[in-house]
């Protein structure tokens, strides 16, 4: 079979190495990957173990984080004191094997992963794509040079992707976030730093590279935020905690989309002929706005498809997956930020953390990617910090999933 990929990003990437093991020929079209982007660059453990066969985590030079601290929310004012804040151990000892959560550069990581589908036997080919469409019984990919035929079309081409506004529907505004901030080089960590913003919704971070710190902040889009308001609150956290003094700020700005706030019913993830992949599906974790591990996964199980299923059934049976395993998680947290993201349950996250173990313990496993977001409240109560779990989060989350405010007694019924 002929295996078109637009994107060679980890979805591209991951659906094509997949796909030329199976046998499959596979042309991986994207003219400027490997190279650097604004996410985090966070690997958790489940995202690991989908790529333990492909790329060999030692020559990605990860940094290993061994805390994730917690700010208050922004505080409305110059802080003049140092912050009370919440540091949770991600892991006990600092070797990568046993590691929560470690950070990579993306242009490594894709660059690895790129190597790695060259190696299986697909062809990349380094020219940008200007048309997708359907001849016949083929699909058809336009470069500036040259047409190509293929039996499938995968559209790995991130938020803006060619393949979904050709085949499918642009994003809505309500499902795009806006990232800007700065790359700060010349300082690493071993931490990653959350706060919650009271500016509007969403959450500020500070994620370590080898050689730079990557801080930003996302809001969403439909609040009318623009990428310089963005920037200039990311730039007074880093002023606030000092780290202009001896670096060089390089700013970025990306939009991040997610399905988890349409309704499952309005999702088109696949279609004759073509599936989309990672960001191009909207496959982002609504709350934390991670997408690497959706990416990654959403590769595999594109090339799952097409390796079980005849081409007419192959996409029919990759949504199908999607909607079932995918979906109902990023729905879930999308309900879930509307409380994260307020002031007053950002000071009540902090208070639970320092004070915690148990809640510090179920707040690891979440950032680690080892907690889904079913179960969490069940999982909170049972910490029985009835006091802390039910203020700061069992209250919360109660309201949020069930839609009203319940007795914590109450059993819950996901």
């Known amino acids: ?44 453990g489940r995202a690991l173990a989908l790529i333990s066969d492909v790329v060999d985590l030692g020559t990605l030079a990860p940094v290993v984080v061994r805390s994730a601290v917690v700010e208050p929310p922004s505080p409305r004012h110059a802080q003049l ?25 993306r242009a490594v990581f894709d660059r690895a ?24 019984s083929s699909m058809v990919v336009r470069t500036a040079r040259r047409e190509y035929e293929a039996d499938y079309l995968l559209g790995a081409d991130g938020t803006s992707s060619l393949v979904r506004r050709k085949l499918a529907t642009p994003f809505a505004r309500a499902q795009l976030s806006i990232a800007a901030g700065y790359y700060v080089h010349g ?10 913003r009271r500016e509007q919704p969403g959450y500020l971070w500070s994620f370590p590279r080898r050689d730079h710190l990557a801080i930003g902040i996302c809001a969403p889009a439909s609040h009318a935020v623009t990428s310089p308001e963005l920037r200039a609150q990311a730039l007074a956290w880093i002023e606030q905690h000092g780290l202009h003094r001896t670096t060089t700020l390089t700013p970025y700005a990306w939009p991040i989309p997610s399905v988890g706030f349409e309704d499952a019913r309005g999702i088109t993830f696949s ?7 990672g960001d191009a599906a909207g496959l982002v974790d609504p709350l934390t706005r991670e997408g690497i591990y959706y990416a990654l996964q959403s590769g595999q199980w ?8 005849s081409p007419a059934l192959a996409g029919v049976r990759y949504a199908e997956r999607l909607a079932d395993a995918v979906q109902p998680e990023l729905a879930r947290a ?17 208070d639970a953390l320092r004070r915690s173990p148990r809640i510090r313990e179920v707040f690891a496993d979440l950032v680690a990617g080892r907690q889904p977001y ?30 009203t405010m319940k007795s914590v007694a109450t059993p819950e019924a996901t």
């Open 187 to 196: 300082l690493s960590a071993s931490r990653i730093v959350i706060q919650t």
């Open 81 to 105: 004191r140092p912050l009370q804040t919440a540091d949770v151990r991600l892991v006990d000892r600092g070797t990568t094997s046993q590691s929560s959560l470690v950070v990579v550069s």
């Open 302 to 309: 594109a090339a799952d498809a097409l390796a079980a299923a």
């Open 271 to 277: 279609g004759p002929g073509w599936m989309l992949l």
């Open 374 to 403: 079913l179960g969490l409240r069940r999982r909170l109560l049972a910490t029985r910090e009835w006091t802390l779990a039910t203020r700061a989060i069992g209250v919360a989350l109660q309201s949020v999933f069930a839609g």
């Open 113 to 136: 992963l790129t190597d790695a589908a060259v190696a299986a036997g697909a062809r990349l080919i380094p020219e940008k794509t200007i048309d997708v469409h359907r001849r016949d």
């Open 1 to 44: 079979m002929r295996i078109a990929i637009i994107g060679a990003g980890p979805a591209g990437a991951m659906a094509a190495v997949r796909l030329a093991r199976a046998g499959a020929s596979v042309q991986l079209f994207d003219p400027s990957h490997p190279r650097e982007k604004p996410c985090g660059g966070g690997l958790t």
């Open 334 to 350: 999308a309900r879930l930020s509307a409380m994260f993201f307020s002031p007053v349950f950002g000071s009540l996250l902090v």
